[in-house]
């Protein structure tokens, strides 16, 4: 329990552009009370980072100053939260906060994806110090993750994930950038897209078929499913679409299962699948919690976001 109310602690956090790293600190409540109910009004038609930027930290004041109700209006009936517990709703994120009182926090190392003109996506990192039930949080920091959503004039958070930040063990991933270059590596270990079967039907099936291109270090194939703007965000770091094609030719998933797929219709051209996923990893075990934004571009699903979060008691410690 106290590991699903840190993910819901941190479900509300902030926007800034790809280019632009910023940090904040609040220690306290300021015009938290007069702002409270402002996160929930409707923002206008073409959203920039500074309208979400701003809606962000006023949420935060509405966590510090216990404004349930106002809390509760930035998110959307069908919003879904992913932590190291697994998967949570709106009504389990809102009463794990009622038992928190948090004090202040630092957020960092912003970045910043528009789906589409209804959708966007932000990633950075969370430091809070909080206590539960009278227990001081550790305040490590946390890799969070936000997808706004235009619902009817309004923008609403429609799913949040968090993963703890890990130390690399290997490898140091590809950072993303404001201006990756899509990727395009020399060297595929098998056939290119164009012996691939025919477009997959769903996301989950896109999803599916993204897998089984990473199991065969197919890096053409797997970089065909992602657009060039991709983010993915793991506890290991953030990378761009470059990044992440390198990274599965260095990641043996020969033997990962996946099971517990679930599809989340986000806005009228994207949807979030999540999963689990299970299998050994560098003479360990592990259990993670995927998910994915997939978006139809021309009657064919790409990928837009990506990120995995070790399982509570699951994952490296």
Known sequence: MKRLLALAASLLVAASACTTTTDNTNTGAGNANSNANAAATATPAVVTQ?????????????????????????????????????????????????????????????????????????????????????????GKPVRNSTAWANRGGKWLIVYHQESDVLEMTGPSPTPATAASPAASPAASTTASPAASPAAPASATDAEKAVWEAIKAKNADAFANFLLPEALEVEPEGVMDKAGSVK??????????????????????????????????????????????????????????????????????Q
């Not at 959307?76 to 004090?103: I, Q, R, S």
């Not at 978006?295 to 790409?302: D, E, I, L, V």
């Open 50 to 138: 500074a309208d979400i930027e701003a809606k962000e930290r006023q949420t935060w004041e509405q966590i510090k100053s216990k404004s349930w109700d106002a809390f509760a209006a930035t998110l959307a009936d069908d919003f879904v939260f992913v932590g190291g517990p697994g998967l949570g709703n709106k009504t389990e994120a809102v009463d794990a906060l009622k038992k928190m009182e948090l004090l202040e926090y630092t957020l960092s190392d912003f970045r910043f994806v528009k789906v589409d003109a209804d959708l966007a996506v932000i990633t950075y990192t969370a430091r809070d110090k909080s206590t539960y039930e009278g227990k001081t949080s550790e």
């Open 247 to 316: 990274g599965i030719m260095e990641f043996d998933a020969s033997k990962m299962t996946l099971s517990d797929f679930k599809e989340t219709k986000i806005d009228a051209d994207a949807t979030l699948v999540t999963y689990k996923g299970s299998g050994p990893d560098r003479g360990r075990n592990i259990e993670m919690y995927h998910s994915t934004i997939w978006t139809n571009r021309g009657g064919q699903w790409k990928a837009i976001f990506h990120q995995g979060t070790y399982a509570t008691n699951a994952g490296p």
